[in-house]
Nanobody, 124 residues
Framework: QVQLVESGGGLVQAGGSLRLSCAASGRTFSRYTMGWFRQAPGKEREFVAAVWWRDGSTYYTDSVKGRFTISRDNAKNTVYLQMNSLKPEDTAVYYC?????????????????WGQGTQVTVSS
């Protein structure tokens, strides 16, 4: 069982930055592909970014490329999402998720564990 706890959300003006963190329990964090998803009111949960456990390669949805950066620190069992140049359309609850031993996937159903989410609100 893996527990994920997100932090770092908040209210920021358009053009600003936030860094989300997701701390994971357990001793096998390095074997998990980690992803970030978000869900805006009235919309489905959507993929944002992921980092592969095997070689650290990353993948982003088009709307955040060049603005967001996902990274991981296996020594701290933590994955990060650095968000720059934030836009009002980035407003959502952001979730981190873990996929044991799997590759990068944009499908929420491929992830085994989820955090409780952290709210990000970007004002115009």
């Amino acid at each position: 069982q893996v527990q994920l706890v997100e932090s770092g959300g908040g209210l920021v003006q358009a053009g600003g930055s936030l860094r989300l963190s997701c701390a994971a329990s357990g001793r096998t964090f390095s074997r998990y592909t980690m992803g970030w998803f978000r869900q805006a009111p009235g919309k489905e949960r959507e993929f944002v970014a992921a980092v592969w456990w095997r070689d650290g390669s990353t993948y982003y949805t088009d709307s955040v490329k060049g603005r967001f950066t996902i990274s991981r620190d296996n020594a701290k069992n933590t994955v990060y999402l650095q968000m720059n140049s934030l836009k009002p359309e980035d407003t959502a609850v952001y979730y981190c998720a873990a996929n044991m031993g799997g590759g990068i996937s944009v499908a929420p159903g491929q992830y085994d564990y989820w955090g409780q989410g952290t709210q990000v609100t970007v004002s115009s």
